[in-house]
């Protein structure tokens, strides 16, 4: 139980690498705040936890919307009477696209959750943490941001921005006990895997990312989940400004 007692927000966690990372996080002894766009699912996720013996709670939210941000944030101090950590693990892929025909709607979307609701989660969660004087931030960067691939250059971009955040956040943090550090996974055995694909998940397309993965499989929720537990336990109490990928070998 390396986090019991440690409360825990998660957005994106109706699905994918942000339900694992919940999960994983509740069966580790952490209060969770399941945070997502889709209220409904995110319900789903908190229930499942709950009939683990977890202890979580839904949340819907927009984290491009700083309000709706502020109130997530506000949702967990109000519930748990505090916040040790977040996860600011809401994102939107790219279909393959090259530059030119890139529109500018995809650079928007991508600003605004990838980038813009990385920003806000951070800033919502840090009035808490400089109260308290403690906190832990995790961001979900991407292995494009280690590896860059073409034809995904408005994706990838988002992602470095995310890991150069990370790092320089992590700096100015460090001497105030709040410790900052990203996941950078490669592709995931998640629905965002379509998108990559240009719209729909293939048997030839699921075989050509497995085989870019030198370990032989696609990233889970549960790797994500695992790598999420140790940096936000104690374990990691060193560790902070870290861009640490959970990609099977594949940016080596």
Excluded at 28 to 36: E, P, T
Excluded at 45 to 73: F, L, R
Excluded at 81 to 86: H, T
Excluded at 131 to 149: D, E
Aim: with cysteine.
């Amino acid at each position: 139980m390396k986090l019991e007692s440690k409360v825990v927000i998660v957005t994106g966690a109706a699905s994918g690498f942000g339900k694992g990372i919940a999960e994983q996080m509740a069966a580790n002894g952490a209060s969770v705040v399941v945070a997502d766009l889709d209220g409904a699912k995110a319900q789903q996720t908190a229930d499942a936890i709950q009939s683990k013996d977890g202890t979580a709670i839904a949340c819907e939210v927009d984290v491009s919307n700083a309000q709706q941000v502020g109130s997530m944030v506000k949702t967990a101090v109000d519930n748990y009477g505090k916040l040790d950590c977040i996860v600011n693990n809401a994102g939107i892929g790219q279909r393959p696209t090259p530059l030119e025909d890139t529109g500018d709607d995809v650079f928007e979307a991508l600003y605004q959750i990838n980038m813009k609701g990385v920003h806000l989660g951070c800033a919502a969660a840090l009035k808490v943490f400089r109260r308290q004087g403690f906190g832990n931030i995790i961001n979900t960067s991407s292995g494009i941001a280690l590896t860059p691939r073409p034809n995904l250059v408005a994706y990838g971009a988002s992602k470095g921005w995310v890991s150069l955040y990370t790092k320089g956040l992590a700096m100015e943090l460090s001497g105030e006990g709040i410790r900052v550090n990203a996941l950078c996974p490669a592709a995931g055995d998640t629905p965002m895997l379509a998108e990559f694909m240009g719209g729909a998940e293939t048997t030839e397309g699921r075989e050509r990312f497995v085989g870019n993965i030198p370990m032989g499989r696609l990233i889970t929720g549960g790797d994500m989940g695992a790598a999420a537990v140790f940096l936000a336990s104690d374990d990691a109490a060193m560790i902070t400004g870290t861009l640490l990928p959970i990609d099977g070998g594949r940016c080596i």
